[in-house]
């Protein structure tokens, strides 16, 4: 633990010490995230579930970190803020790790873990080496019963505490209506999109936080040459990359800061690796290619859980590989119907109702 650290847990220990004191609010749910300082995506759906119950008032704590000496004292002041919202709240919403609610959390104080991926390809929480333990979490919301044990070993939880319940934001997924809607308002942005045959390209990233952030290289010059002139190559990268620049080709477009469900709409396949997208995209049931040109050294050091390996989809690992896939594309339903079946419980586009169903129940049950 390095210095900053130190004071920070310091500090927050007196902070601890001292809303012991304070009385609990039995109606709160406070909704924290560290990673926008708005409500967004699974957030943004279960809010709006939320804000009619006459059971529940609802508070956020909304921060977008940076790696910035100004961020790292902001964050500072936000973790002694969230001690005492959290403390004294009766319910907590999360969707990435949180070091306050790991080290500083009151039993008294229930915690539910929405994460915000659908799935679990690469390993994450207390399966990789980390500076701080996951710990004090009480429930895990998934989209499938596949999840249950790597949810419960990476947020140390019990396993009967991973409630497939499904992710809010996939809702949309599940609705043509709303897909429509999305796909409507791209077109109407990019009108010249329209009819062309759209790659979309979203990976993850490599590295973290601490010790930086990387990307894997893709010559999208040499794979836009072999195709037809209709094609698009269409990338919106990870949000912890910022700001990346793929290729100056005509035909390949930074769309990073557009509707990812958007684009997934307007697509006709998807190019991901290690992502979670790719459970996601499954739900529209088009072709979805992996391109893992660094997969041993991925494996190695990120490490990978056994579901990789038996995903029914083509991996490549040179661009030529991927071109041929591209070339020779096809749409098979029965496959992608396995994975949703798989891997989302409820297809219903309900989900966000039963999430927020699930927090009434805690608010509403004597303690």
Same mark, same amino acid.
């Given at each position: 633990?390095?210095?900053?650290?130190?004071?920070?847990?310091?500090?927050?220990?007196?902070?601890?010490?001292?809303?012991?004191?304070?009385?609990?609010?039995?109606?709160?749910?406070?909704?924290?995230?560290?990673?926008?300082?708005?409500?967004?995506?699974?957030?943004?759906?279960?809010?709006?579930?939320?804000?009619?119950?006459?059971?529940?008032?609802?508070?956020?704590?909304?921060?977008?970190?940076?790696?910035?000496?100004?961020? %790292?004292?902001?964050?500072?002041?936000?973790?002694?803020?969230?001690?005492?919202?959290?403390?004294?709240?009766?319910?907590?919403?999360?969707?990435?790790?949180?070091?306050?609610?790991?080290?500083?959390?009151?039993?008294?104080?229930?915690?539910?873990?929405?994460?915000? %991926?659908?799935?679990?390809?690469?390993?994450?929480?207390?399966?990789?080496?980390?500076?701080?333990?996951?710990?004090?979490?009480?429930?895990?919301?998934?989209?499938?019963?596949?999840?249950?044990?790597?949810?419960?070993?990476?947020?140390?939880?019990?396993?009967?505490?991973?409630?497939?319940?499904?992710? %809010?934001?996939?809702?949309?997924?599940?609705?043509?209506?709303?897909?429509?809607?999305?796909?409507?308002?791209?077109?109407?942005?990019?009108?010249?999109?329209?009819?062309?045959?759209?790659?979309?390209?979203?990976?993850?990233?490599?590295?973290?936080?601490?010790?930086?952030?990387?990307?894997?290289?893709?010559?999208?010059?040499?794979?836009?040459?072999?195709?037809?002139?209709?094609?698009?190559?269409?990338?919106?990268?990870?949000?912890?990359?910022?700001?990346?620049?793929?290729?100056?080709?005509?035909?390949?477009?930074?769309?990073?800061?557009?509707?990812?469900?958007?684009?997934?709409?307007?697509?006709?396949?998807?190019?991901?690796?290690?992502?979670?997208?790719?459970?996601?995209?499954?739900?529209?049931?088009?072709?979805?290619?992996?391109?893992?040109?660094?997969?041993?050294?991925?494996?190695?050091?990120?490490?990978?859980?056994?579901?990789?390996?038996?995903?029914?989809?083509?991996?490549?690992?040179?661009?030529?590989?991927?071109?041929?896939?591209?070339?020779?594309?096809?749409?098979?339903?029965?496959?992608?119907?396995?994975?949703?079946?798989?891997?989302?419980?409820?297809?219903?586009?309900?989900? %966000?109702?039963?999430?927020?169903?699930?927090?009434?129940?805690?608010?509403?049950?004597?303690?």
């Amino acid at each position: 633990m390095g210095l900053q650290k130190k004071i920070l847990h310091f500090v927050l220990s007196i902070c601890y010490c001292l809303v012991k004191l304070l009385p609990q609010n039995k109606k709160r749910v406070v909704l924290v995230s560290l990673t926008s300082n708005r409500l967004l995506d699974d957030f943004q759906y279960i809010y709006k579930e939320l804000m009619n119950d006459e059971f529940i008032q609802i508070r956020s704590i909304l921060f977008k970190y940076k790696p910035t000496l100004l961020h %790292a004292f902001l964050y500072f002041m936000n973790c002694i803020y969230q001690v005492f919202v959290i403390n004294t709240a009766k319910v907590v919403v999360i969707h990435d790790n949180n070091y306050v609610i790991s080290n500083f959390k009151m039993d008294r104080v229930k915690v539910i873990q929405i994460w915000h %991926a659908c799935g679990a390809l690469k390993k994450f929480g207390n399966d990789i080496h980390r500076e701080y333990k996951i710990q004090n979490y009480d429930y895990v919301i998934s989209t499938s019963l596949k999840w249950s044990q790597i949810y419960a070993r990476s947020f140390e939880v019990k396993e009967q505490n991973v409630l497939p319940l499904g992710m %809010a934001r996939t809702d949309v997924l599940f609705k043509e209506e709303a897909l429509s809607s999305l796909n409507k308002q791209l077109l109407d942005k990019y009108p010249t999109w329209k009819d062309k045959r759209i790659i979309l390209y979203a990976p993850t990233f490599r590295g973290n936080i601490v010790k930086g952030m990387s990307y894997i290289n893709i010559n999208v010059d040499h794979i836009l040459q072999q195709l037809d002139k209709d094609v698009l190559f269409v990338y919106k990268m990870h949000p912890l990359l910022g700001d990346v620049t793929l290729s100056n080709h005509e035909r390949c477009i930074n769309a990073s800061n557009e509707n990812l469900y958007a684009l997934m709409s307007i697509s006709s396949c998807l190019i991901s690796d290690y992502s979670s997208i790719i459970y996601d995209y499954c739900i529209l049931s088009k072709p979805i290619l992996l391109f893992v040109p660094d997969i041993k050294e991925y494996e190695a050091t990120t490490g990978l859980n056994e579901s990789f390996y038996e995903l029914p989809l083509t991996l490549c690992k040179k661009e030529d590989e991927l071109v041929l896939q591209l070339k020779t594309l096809r749409k098979d339903d029965e496959i992608y119907q396995q994975m949703k079946d798989t891997y989302f419980t409820y297809q219903d586009g309900c989900s %966000a109702k039963r999430i927020a169903r699930f927090i009434h129940q805690i608010i509403v049950e004597k303690d």
